[in-house]
């Protein structure tokens, strides 16, 4: 994705796909071409900004095409990885009404390449009738909602979260890494390694390693000198490892037992979310983390409230008035003051 382009809102996103849908549905004619371009468009760079990286192609020809995905970056020749379709075929694919696989099985995507597999991203959107669509339906990465195992979170949604400690993390002057955060046990650097070390381990779990198998290899200082490029090599793993085909559908096993690994994605989702403001409270760094994401972390927390409490993973819950906004919210029941 072109590092000058902007980000495409929910908003922006939802009226492109509007005014494409009948057309999807069969029950209209096909859009005028720049309705049409506009959806292709605003879709695939909506993919760009939840997959980032240069590793595949996503080409909707005559309309666009842009590279994401974590990896090798391409820069000259035929890409290594390329995914191709027509406009229809992606967008159906972004509004969930045709599967991946499916789409591959009847030839309607050619993909080539070891890595040419886009369908941990997908649905971007999930597609709805009027009468049956709740307001935060058609919003990037929610995708997640028909994409998930056992209540998980969508890779995306994880992304995000990752993209949210990044920019916390780059944001560290030199002389920030000893400030207090507001994990009371923990510096801005000592949070970094923990918030690391997950990462770490998640490449792990995933590819079927017990707490046994591990063991303490991960114990201790994993940011050396180089704390920055300590994080970013362990957040792309976790990242890389979550997006395999079928990752989320596997189990994992963890110091509470086995869990399925889309559940394990939504709970390092959420670390991943918290220790951000954790960490941009500490080092005086913006603190509003991404509305879409807290939104669904918020209906995540909220049931498990109770029995949140009863662990020490958290502070116990802070009151907040009526009106506070979701952010405000999350972190309270959290224990934090926003």
Same mark, same amino acid.
């Given at each position: 994705? &072109?590092?000058?382009?902007?980000?495409?809102? %929910?908003?922006?996103?939802?009226?492109?796909?509007?005014?494409?849908?009948?057309?999807?549905? =069969?029950?209209?004619?096909?859009?005028?071409? %720049?309705?049409? %371009?506009?959806?292709?468009?605003?879709?695939?760079?909506?993919?760009?900004?939840?997959? +980032? =990286?240069?590793?595949?192609?996503?080409?909707?020809?005559? *309309?666009?095409?842009?590279?994401?995905?974590?990896?090798?970056?391409?820069?000259?020749?035929? /890409?290594?990885?390329?995914?191709?379709?027509? @406009?229809?075929?992606?967008?159906? $694919?972004?509004?969930?009404?045709?599967?991946?696989?499916?789409?591959?099985?009847?030839? !309607?995507?050619?993909?080539?390449?070891?890595?040419?597999?886009?369908?941990?991203?997908? +649905?971007?959107?999930? !597609?709805?009738?009027?009468? !049956?669509?709740? +307001?935060?339906?058609?919003?990037?990465?929610?995708?997640?909602?028909?994409?998930?195992?056992? &209540?998980?979170?969508?890779?995306?949604?994880?992304?995000?979260? #990752? &993209?949210? *400690?990044?920019?916390?993390?780059?944001?560290?002057? /030199?002389?920030?890494? !000893?400030? @207090?955060? +507001?994990?009371?046990?923990?510096?801005?650097?000592?949070?970094?390694?923990?918030?690391?070390?997950?990462?770490?381990?998640? @490449? #792990?779990? #995933?590819?079927?390693?017990?707490?046994?198998?591990?063991?303490?290899?991960?114990?201790?200082?994993?940011? &050396?000198?180089?704390?920055?490029?300590?994080?970013?090599?362990?957040?792309?793993?976790?990242?890389?490892?979550? %997006?395999?085909?079928?990752?989320?559908?596997?189990?994992?096993?963890?110091?509470?037992?086995?869990?399925?690994?889309?559940?394990?994605?939504?709970?390092?989702?959420?670390?991943?979310?918290?220790?951000?403001?954790?960490?941009?409270?500490?080092?005086?760094?913006?603190?509003? $983390?991404?509305?879409?994401?807290?939104?669904?972390?918020?209906? *995540?927390?909220?049931?498990?409230?109770?029995?949140?409490? =009863?662990?020490?993973? *958290?502070? /116990?819950?802070?009151?907040?008035?009526?009106?506070?906004?979701?952010?405000?919210? #999350?972190?309270?029941?959290?224990?934090?003051?926003?």
């Amino acid at each position: 994705m &072109g590092a000058t382009w902007k980000r495409v809102t %929910a908003e922006e996103l939802g009226k492109a796909l509007g005014a494409v849908s009948g057309w999807l549905d =069969g029950e209209a004619p096909q859009p005028a071409r %720049a309705e049409l %371009a506009q959806a292709v468009r605003l879709s695939l760079r909506t993919l760009a900004q939840v997959a +980032p =990286g240069g590793t595949v192609e996503v080409r909707v020809p005559p *309309f666009a095409a842009v590279q994401c995905v974590t990896g090798p970056r391409h820069t000259r020749g035929t /890409p290594p990885n390329v995914v191709e379709t027509d @406009p229809r075929t992606w967008l159906q $694919l972004a509004t969930g009404r045709l599967a991946w696989a499916a789409a591959l099985t009847e030839g !309607h995507v050619a993909a080539s390449g070891s890595r040419a597999d886009v369908s941990a991203y997908l +649905p971007l959107v999930v !597609h709805r009738k009027p009468t !049956h669509r709740a +307001p935060e339906d058609d919003t990037p990465g929610t995708g997640g909602r028909h994409a998930r195992d056992d &209540g998980g979170m969508t890779v995306s949604r994880f992304t995000t979260a #990752l &993209g949210e *400690f990044d920019r916390r993390v780059r944001a560290i002057a /030199p002389g920030q890494w !000893h400030e @207090p955060t +507001p994990c009371t046990e923990w510096d801005a650097r000592a949070l970094v390694n923990h918030v690391t070390t997950e990462q770490l381990w998640a @490449p #792990l779990l #995933l590819d079927g390693a017990t707490m046994d198998d591990v063991g303490d290899r991960f114990d201790g200082d994993q940011l &050396g000198d180089d704390p920055v490029a300590a994080w970013e090599n362990a957040a792309t793993a976790a990242r890389e490892a979550f %997006a395999a085909p079928n990752a989320l559908r596997r189990s994992v096993e963890l110091s509470y037992g086995r869990r399925p690994a889309g559940g394990y994605c939504q709970e390092m989702t959420l670390d991943l979310a918290v220790h951000a403001w954790d960490l941009a409270r500490g080092i005086g760094a913006a603190e509003r $983390l991404d509305e879409e994401l807290v939104r669904e972390l918020l209906g *995540f927390v909220e049931p498990q409230v109770n029995q949140l409490a =009863g662990t020490s993973l *958290f502070a /116990p819950p802070v009151e907040v008035g009526e009106d506070a906004d979701v952010q405000t919210r #999350l972190l309270a029941l959290l224990g934090r003051h926003g």
